[in-house]
């Protein structure tokens, strides 16, 4: 084996022109194909990002709705005996008592999630309709009770603040975080203070003390956030009043059955990011197939350059396939030859394309991307992953292989007596 | 080692060629060489002579009969079983030296021991350099084979056809492209091969001085052994 490879390094070098046209071939496409992969999942993750970045993997939350089974019913059917087999009751219609959509044993709830070996992180949220009183208008708001460290921790709240520090918000009392379409209508700016009323008339002062932009501009104009119980105290409720309770999975995937079985288990209504988000999916899976395709049909156009070559090789080789085989070399010595003579061209190619593919990404991360949409990103996504770099590998080496096999089976085939006779 | 007592056994080998029309260019030839022999076989051009060594060489094996060689049947052998005989028991020189250009003359030389594969790289460069040395061209092996002249190349080609000490060396016409001051120094090579390394030859040849001066000369004539001098061949 040692021998056949130094006999295909040398008839390489010496058609070093051509051997490199191939070899830059496979290159170019593997260079392509990282940097392509690499780019388009980078925007992927990107996008993703603004929105699965921030959702929790299930929300559990109350409807607020008429229940379907109403009281007099349940207390009819509890009493429904053979005593009174042909009644019927007329009460319908009992509106629901409450205001708020409360998360009845939150705590209880989440002290179970707490201890479930597939939840990464549990997190209690306050959400509540509220003005703010901008001159003669008011502004409706949603205003996001949350447990500032986790949503630091878990969703990246401070990549989304374009002004401020989230741990403010954490330290103080009566703070607020603006939508930057929010604090622009309201000409807010971090350290003012804004006037907020709660949809039963309280009115409450609260200090800005950052911007947060989410990149999707309709959701930054209703949106505001501050801790859990700035927003107790301006609801005048008690301190284990929430309305969500966010998941975060360790496993993404398990997340439509789990909120199947939480929902069933709890009473409660839970709704799965991929449900919640199912668009998303669709689009990161359209750029995936595109950039795949792409690639792997640049990598078969190296292929064809490398049959073409090799071919074009062997036909000028004749001779030396006839030498050989007169010298005792078999068909199958001569097919491993050409076999390994065309893996060479593959591996110098495609290494060299996995450095070309990792110096086209490191240039495309440094070239400045500023959107107002996306107030944390500066240059264009890359995803570097090693798993693009190993794909390309695999497919750089077979498309060579199945490129080099079929010129490499025809020269095992040469006739040396054809050779030698034809001379 | 098989001590077979011939080098090589031919029996009743007939050939045809279909293309365009069923041509019969061997004929039942029989014959045998000795081990130590120094054969050469003649006769017109188109009787067969180019076609039947290559039968013999292995490299042909559309054909009837049998070729035995040191007591081996190769009739029907598996290709890959051929190529390793040819590469251990036959050496073999082109009328056309046939070189491999990109490679140096000690790499030509070389590369059917490396097939070989019994001797070590530092073994089969001694044996290659020694051989050469024989040729009177050892001065030459680091040149790359096609700076060559047409009398050394040929050189080049005989001590390749050395390097595994083969059984029997075959050539097809290997004098056939020099002139007759170099056709001598190889004629002069194949006897000292013959008589010192007692190794076989069967060379084809045009020359009717150098068939007349080998221990026996096979005549062709249309696809048959005719005869020829110092006894007649056919067993
Ligand atoms: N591939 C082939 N197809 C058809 N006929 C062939 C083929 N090869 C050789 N022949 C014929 O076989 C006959 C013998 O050819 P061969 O080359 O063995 O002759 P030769 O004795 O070596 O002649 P020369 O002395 O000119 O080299 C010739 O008549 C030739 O035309
Ligand atoms: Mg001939």
Same mark, same amino acid.
């Given at each position: 084996m040692k021998l056949l490879f130094s006999i295909a390094v040398t008839l390489l070098r010496a058609k070093l022109r051509q051997s490199i046209v191939a070899a830059v071939g496979v290159m170019f496409s593997i260079t392509m194909f990282v940097t392509l992969l690499g780019f388009m999942n980078g925007l992927n993750d990107l996008l993703d990002g603004m929105i699965l970045n921030r959702t929790p993997h299930i929300r559990l939350y109350n409807e607020l +709705?008429? @229940? *379907?089974? +109403?009281p007099v019913q349940v207390a009819w059917e509890a009493h429904q005996g053979k005593d009174r087999p042909a009644a019927h009751h007329f009460i319908r @219609?009992?509106? *629901?008592? &409450? &205001?708020l959509p409360r998360l009845r044993n939150a705590e209880a709830i989440m002290d179970v999630l707490d201890r479930d070996?597939?939840?990464?992180a549990v997190s209690p949220r306050l959400v509540a309709q509220v003005f703010f009183n901008a001159g003669t208008v008011d502004l409706n708001a949603q205003v996001n009770g949350i447990d500032v460290n986790d949503e630091i921790r878990y969703?990246?709240?401070? &990549?989304? /603040?374009?002004?401020? &520090? *989230?741990?403010d918000l954490a330290a103080g009392n009566n703070v607020i975080i603006l939508g930057k379409g929010l604090a622009d209508m309201m000409a807010a700016t971090v350290g003012e203070a804004v006037q907020v009323t709660t949809a039963s008339g309280e009115r409450s002062i609260l200090r800005v003390v950052g911007i947060f932009q989410s990149g999707i501009a309709d959701y930054d104009k209703v949106q505001c956030y501050t801790n859990i119980k700035t927003v107790q105290k301006l609801l005048a409720r *008690?301190?284990?009043?929430?309305t969500d309770v966010n998941v975060k999975l360790?496993? /993404?995937? +398990?997340a439509p059955a789990m909120a199947r079985e939480l929902s069933a288990r709890f009473g409660v209504d839970a709704v799965d990011i991929q449900t919640a988000n199912a668009q998303f999916e669709t689009g990161s899976d359209v750029r995936n197939i595109i950039s795949y395709a792409v690639g792997i049909v640049l990598l078969i156009v190296a292929g064809f350059g490398i049959y073409n070559i090799l071919n074009m090789m062997i036909y000028e080789k004749l001779d030396a396939i006839a030498i050989l085989k007169a010298t005792g070399f078999s068909g199958p010595d001569v097919q491993r030859i050409f076999l390994l003579l065309s893996m060479i061209i593959g591996l110098l190619g495609g290494a060299a394309g996995l450095i070309g593919g990792f110096g086209l990404q490191r240039l495309i991360d440094s070239i400045p991307f500023e959107t107002a949409a996306l107030p944390t990103i500066t240059t264009y996504p890359i995803d570097y992953s090693l798993k693009y770099y190993i794909i390309a590998v695999v497919f750089a080496l077979l498309t060579t292989w199945i490129a080099g096999w079929f010129p490499a089976r025809k020269a095992s085939r040469v006739d040396p007596v054809e050779i030698i006779r034809g001379k | 080692m098989n001590r077979s007592p011939l080098a090589l056994d031919v029996r009743k080998v007939n050939k045809a060629f279909h293309d365009p029309v069923t041509v019969?260019?061997?004929?039942d030839v029989s014959f045998s060489v000795e081990r130590g022999a120094f054969l050469s076989v003649t006769g017109k051009s188109g009787c067969g002579k180019s076609t039947l060594l290559y039968i013999l060489s292995t490299m042909?094996?559309?054909?009837?009969g049998d070729v035995v060689i040191d007591g081996i049947s190769?009739?029907?052998?598996p290709g890959d079983h051929l190529a390793a005989i040819r590469n251990e028991k036959i050496g073999f020189v082109f009328q056309f030296h046939? =070189?491999?250009?990109?490679?140096s003359v000690l790499d030509n030389v070389m590369l059917p021991g490396l097939k070989l594969g019994r001797k070590s790289r530092e073994e089969v460069e001694a044996d290659a350099i020694a051989r050469l040395k024989e040729l009177d061209m050892a001065d030459q092996a680091?040149?790359?084979?096609?700076? =060559?002249?047409g009398g050394q190349k040929q050189r080049v080609a005989i001590a390749r056809a050395l390097i595994n000490d083969p059984l029997i060396i075959m050539g097809d016409?290997?004098?056939?492209? =020099?002139d007759k001051r170099n056709a001598e120094i190889v004629f002069d090579i194949f006897k000292r091969i013959a008589a010192e390394h007692k190794r076989s030859l069967l060379i084809v040849t045009h020359d009717p001085d150098f068939a007349a001066r080998t221990d026996r000369n096979i005549v062709m004539e249309d696809g048959r052994v005719i005869g020829g001098h110092n006894g007649s061949s056919t067993k």
């Open positions: +709705q008429a @229940s *379907p089974r +109403q @219609s009992v509106k *629901p008592k &409450d &205001d070996p597939r939840v990464m969703y990246r709240f401070g &990549d989304y /603040l374009t002004e401020g &520090d *989230p741990h *008690p301190g284990s009043y929430y360790h496993d /993404l995937e +398990q | 019969q260019v061997l004929k042909d094996t559309d054909f009837e190769t009739k029907g052998l046939y =070189l491999l250009p990109e490679f680091r040149k790359m084979a096609h700076q =060559l002249s016409e290997p004098t056939g492209n =020099l």
